[in-house]
């Protein structure tokens, strides 16, 4: 697999168009950061890291709309790919949706989203946008 970040989306995507309650990934440090900031943000419901087998699982369980049963992410896209990665400085970091959704990046201080860094003031590789 050359893009386990890309795959880790792809997951989250189908799940949610399947209309799944929990989804499994295979873990690494990176996506247990990544689900940290969608728990934080209020993007899923819960997870739980499981390191039973030699990689681990990553078990998340996805929010929707009791109502309208229409998922908390409406669209997760991956923007730094292996390919081409995609760094911004602190003052050229991206507004997601002029602020309604997070973009998360990969920093010097860890895993945080594009308000953060802001904070911060720091930049890093962008590596997805939720909304």
Do not use: W
């Not at 399947?18 to 419901?45: C, M, W």
């Not at 997760?76 to 292996?82: E, G, M, T």
């Not at 602190?90 to 990969?106: K, Q």
């Amino acid at each position: 697999m050359t893009d386990p970040i890309a795959d880790y989306l792809t997951r989250l995507r189908n799940a949610i168009k399947a209309r799944h309650r929990i989804v499994e990934i295979p873990a690494s440090n990176i996506k247990k950061e990544i689900t940290k900031v969608l728990f934080d943000k209020g993007y899923i419901q819960n997870y739980k890291f499981d390191d039973t087998t030699v990689q681990g699982t990553i078990k998340i369980a996805l929010k929707y709309n009791p109502t309208t049963k229409q998922s908390a992410i409406v669209k997760i896209d991956r923007i730094s790919k292996p390919g081409l990665r995609k760094y911004k400085g602190a003052g050229e970091l991206p507004r997601v949706l002029n602020g309604l959704g997070i973009a998360i990046l990969s920093t010097s201080k860890g895993v945080i989203t594009d308000k953060e860094a802001r904070v911060l003031n720091v930049g890093g590789e962008v590596l997805c946008q939720v909304y």
